[in-house]
């Protein structure tokens, strides 16, 4: 995007999602980027309110939305809300998804659902790029879902990826004078806060014992606000995620 000459601007989050106050912007923006159903990477859900605000702060500026879903399907203990694309009257919602969490990466295949007046100017550009995924993956990840499986293997995903958020919350519930988690309710991973004068150091110590620490300092564009780190739990086995609080434990 920047080297098509677009200007970047942050928006800040809290606790209803993104804010959709645009007054501090010097010029309506374009198009807007979101991850609505769960920020990342501090996984909040925009409220329903923020969502409506949004889509009419688009209408009102002619811009356009792009809304990527890349792990709604692993809500945890809320029902997730409906999406931007299905609450949009005006047609300003890009809606992305992909298989790669909710199946395997190396499939390599993506969707969108477009605003019917964009889908010749998508095709011709999906065209120039690289033609297609391949056909026979195409095909197979279709007669997985119409016959069934795929709905098996959401419900399936859900329940051992909850087991294994429900491990790793209760690993860390002794550290909780320490560790604050933030938004565990759904997701393949969550954030957790620590005091900002010790992440560096606890950061350190922990990497040096192969822990795959992620500082949130890392996803800010403008100024820090918050000090801790990413914790993924999807890809660990049980064993995995004890070795690893284990060890966490012993850093700090």
Known sequence: MLCAGAKI???????????????????????????????????????????????????????????????????????????????????????????????????????????????????????????????????????FMHQGHFASHIRQMRVLYRSRRDLLLTGLQPLSELIQTVNVNGGLQFAVEVDHQREPQWTAAGQAQGLALRPLSQFYFGERKKSGWLLGYASLSNIQINSAVDTLKKCL
């Not at 374009?30 to 609505?36: S, V």
């Not at 688009?58 to 299905?86: C, M, T, V």
């Open 9 to 143: 601007i942050p928006a800040p989050v809290d606790h209803d999602g993104l804010d959709t106050d645009l007054s501090s912007t010097l010029l309506p923006p374009k198009l807007i980027y979101t991850t609505p159903s769960h920020q990342y990477p501090l996984g909040v859900m925009m409220s329903l309110p923020r969502r409506m605000a949004l889509l009419e702060q688009a209408a009102q500026h002619n811009a356009w939305i792009i809304e990527d879903d890349y792990d709604s399907e692993f809500s945890y203990d809320q029902r997730p809300l409906p999406a931007l694309q299905g609450l949009d009257q005006q047609g300003r919602v890009i809606y992305i998804g992909t298989f790669s969490k909710v199946l395997f990466p190396s499939l390599r295949i993506a969707y969108l659902v477009l605003p019917p007046d964009l889908i010749p100017a998508f095709v011709n550009a999906r065209a120039a790029f690289d033609g297609h995924t391949p056909q026979l993956a195409q095909a197979v990840t279709a007669d």
